[in-house]
């Protein structure tokens, strides 16, 4: 793979890092390093909405080899003619959708 996720997740959770240290900087608030409990140091939502999107972003480690293996899954399933994949559409996507279809999950509840 050309694009090593794990780097660029890891450079994106720094950043947010360095954004609440300049920020706490430019507020004058002595705010936490993200997930260090230091309960001399304020806790306010900033903080917490970096520590949110850490979290978040640091979910994607794990839901880019499934999005991948999904991708792959869905090549195969067009391949055999079980799934069609319109324009705009992805391997991924399709894929999951058919996987629930099977299962009698609602693919809709699932996939935006």
Not at 30 to 42: A, H, L, S, V, W
Not at 60 to 75: I, V
Request: aromatic letters at 8%; charged letters at 30%; one cysteine or more.
């Amino acid at each position: 793979m050309s694009i090593d996720y794990k780097q660029q997740i890891e450079r994106g959770i720094e950043l947010l890092k360095l954004c609440q240290q300049l920020q706490s900087e430019k507020d004058g608030v002595n705010r936490p390093e993200p997930f260090i409990i230091d309960k001399t140091k304020e806790l306010d939502q900033f903080a917490q909405d970096i520590g949110a999107a850490i979290v978040n972003i640091s979910a994607l480690n794990k839901l880019f080899p499934m999005m991948l293996a999904l991708g792959e899954l869905g090549r195969k399933l067009h391949a055999e003619g079980k799934i069609e994949v319109d324009y705009g559409d992805d391997f991924s996507t399709s894929a999951l959708g058919y996987v629930l279809g099977q299962n009698d999950l609602d693919p809709a509840r699932w996939i935006d």
